[in-house]
């Protein structure tokens, strides 16, 4: 019987050892398989973060440069403007300025002599020859779009304007223009109601042109007192009235002494005749009756002399 148990304890411990071998095997084995699974997660955060990054990236630069230059580019469209007269004429601001810097003393010199405001004689020329750059302007030194008329001798041009291939006037320069335009309306008797007008009433002189007939836009007189309100141009009628003294007398006294200035410079004042004048325009020009002309210069006919000296 003891040999009996001695070999069954020798058996359970075979056994006993068979047994533990494939444990330690498979505990060896299960480590493996973590380390493989470790490796692929790591790999997705880093392809997905790479994806998101770049759009947020892409997105910033766009936006900074597209605002600042829109608003640089679309400056300067609001200070560009289509003039439409006898022709179609883009300018901007600087142009126009342009135009009044250089013109600004013919048209003074223009007010004195003839009496048409100087604001006038401005805002039509940039209106009517788009500030020197319409095609008038161009080809025919024509500042005032004034067309032939059956009195024209000089030379001419064809351009379309209410109909087509109309004749208007030729010059040799741009002081011809405007010498021309101001005996345009001194010489013609539907414009005579203007120089009795105040000179510095730039807005009646502006509704006066159209009414005359200068114009067929309905829109004109509101034109031109847009171009004298927004370039100043009323300040070279003042220059010429010696409005600077004169507002300072207000502030003082309350009044203008407008008759006491008419005085003085009809006292001190000649005026030589040119090409063109009458006794008429004179008349309108100074604001003096024809009667009241002749008997200063003791006049018995109606005829004048080119070169003549006039007391005014």
């Known amino acids: 019987m003891v040999k009996k148990y001695i070999l069954i304890l020798v058996i359970l411990t075979l056994v006993g050892c068979n047994a533990a071998k494939p444990v330690i095997i498979t505990t060896k084995k299960i480590p493996s398989k973590p380390k493989t699974e470790i490796v692929r997660t790591a790999k997705k955060p880093i392809t997905t973060k790479a994806i998101v990054s770049r759009p947020v990236v892409a997105k910033t ?10 608003t640089k580019q679309e400056y300067p469209t609001q200070i560009t403007e289509v003039i439409v007269s006898t022709s179609q004429t883009v300018v901007s601001s600087d142009v126009v300025v342009n135009y009044v810097a250089q013109f600004k003393n013919v048209a003074m010199d223009n007010m004195r002599t003839f ?16 500030a020197g750059r319409g095609d008038l302007a161009v080809n025919a030194n024509n500042h005032f779009g004034i067309k032939c008329h059956e009195d024209w001798t000089g030379e001419t041009i064809k351009h379309d304007d209410d109909s087509a291939q109309e004749c208007f006037r030729k010059y040799d320069n741009v002081s011809e223009s405007f010498k021309d335009h101001a005996l345009f309306l001194t010489n013609r008797g539907r414009y ?3 120089f009795a007008l105040p000179k510095g009433d730039y807005k009646a002189w502006a509704r006066g042109l159209r ?4 114009a067929t836009d309905p829109k004109y007189p509101n034109k031109l007192i847009s171009y004298i309100e927004r370039y100043n141009l009323n300040q070279y ?17 309350g009044k203008i002494p407008i008759g006491p200035i008419k005085n003085l410079t009809r006292e001190v004042s000649l005026y030589q005749v040119q090409k063109g004048d009458t006794l008429y325009s004179i008349s309108k020009k100074f604001n003096l009756g024809i009667n009241e002309l002749k008997e200063k ?7 004048l002399s080119v070169g003549q000296q006039l007391k005014i």
């Open 61 to 70: 630069p766009v936006k900074k440069p597209v605002v600042t230059n829109s």
């Open 192 to 194: 005579s109601n203007l």
């Open 211 to 214: 009414n005359a007939g200068y």
């Open 115 to 130: 009496g048409i405001p100087a604001s006038i004689v401005l805002a039509q020329g940039i209106l009517e020859s788009g």
């Open 297 to 303: 210069n003791n006049l018995v006919a109606n005829t």
């Open 237 to 253: 009628d003042d220059q010429v009235l010696g409005n600077e003294n004169i507002q300072l007398e207000k502030q003082l006294t």
